[in-house]
Structures are given as C-alpha cells and as structure tokens.
C-alpha cells in the first residue's frame, strides 16, 4: 500500500511495507508504513523532519497515525534500551526495582538529563511492573534482532 503523499506530512524516505515486519503484528497490521519526511507542523521558513508511522483502518487512513520529531525517536529509542538494560538485572529486587530509589537513570543530553525512573505514581505499579517485564522477556528475540541491527549501523555511522 502506498503511503499519501497529499497530505500535510511530506514523506521523503519511507517504508511502505511495513506491515510486514511490524513486530508480534507482522501480517496483520494497521501499521501499514514508516516515513522520514517534512514535518506536518512545518511554517514558511522552518523545516523540520519528522517520523511517521502510517496506519490504516482498511477503510481510510487513520488519525491515529503518529508523527514524531526524530530526536523524540531516538529519546524513545534510548528509553527502551536504558529499560531493557534495567531489567536485565531487575531480578534482583523483590519487586523488580528499587522501591527506595525508583530513578534507574540519569541520561545526559543537550546540557540536561532525561530522567529514567519507574512510574510509582502507578496505584497497580507492582503488578504492572511484572507484566512488563515479562512481556520484555517474551519480545526478547524480536527486540534483540533490532537492537543488533541499531548497533551495527550505528557502529557504520563511527558511533
């Protein structure tokens, strides 16, 4: 399926078989595409680029197709890597993180970090945590093989 190219987001890269590889929902996605393109909120003069994920109800594109900056990408990017590293070790606290200290991390960007830290807001946090992590575990070979993926083009780039 073509991704559109009327509206206001401008594809420029794209990847118009995603639905193809789109995780556990490989075959049978909404999430018919990706695209690197012109951000939709772009004014005269500014061009932003921005990250699209293309979905579609079979009737008609969604409006829950999302648009995100790419440095928001990359932030979930390192959010999902800096969980997974967490859970690896998580074993080792009866409630799968430290109740006393519930910040896993602190990753430094621009000046500033990005603070990682387990949601005790949550009322259900102790179950929750347990279902995600075991949810991380039953994804593992999924997001490994693209996480391996990342590393090698990220060691191409010289990163």
């Not at 987001?9 to 590889?21: L, M």
């Not at 109800?57 to 969980?83: F, M, N, Y």
Request: glycine share 6%; proline share 3%.
């Amino acid at each position: 399926m073509k991704i559109p190219t009327i509206l206001k987001h401008k594809p420029v890269i794209v990847s118009e078989n995603y639905e193809n590889v789109d995780g556990r929902y490989a075959y049978n996605s909404d999430a018919k595409g990706l695209s690197l393109g012109l951000a939709q909120w772009n004014d005269r003069g500014k061009i932003d680029i921005s990250a699209k994920v293309w979905r579609y109800t079979g009737e008609k594109w969604s409006r829950q197709s999302e648009e995100l900056p790419l440095h928001r990408v990359l932030d979930l990017a390192i959010l999902v890597c800096r969980a997974k590293l967490h859970f690896q070790e998580a074993y080792r606290y009866e409630k799968l993180y430290d109740t006393e200290k519930p910040v896993i991390d602190r990753v430094g960007l621009q000046g500033d970090a990005m603070t990682v830290a387990v949601c005790t807001d949550n009322e259900k946090i102790n179950e929750d945590i347990k279902l995600f992590s075991q949810s991380l575990s039953n994804d593992d070979e999924l997001l490994g093989e693209r996480l391996s993926t990342l590393s090698r083009i990220l060691k191409e780039m010289g990163y």
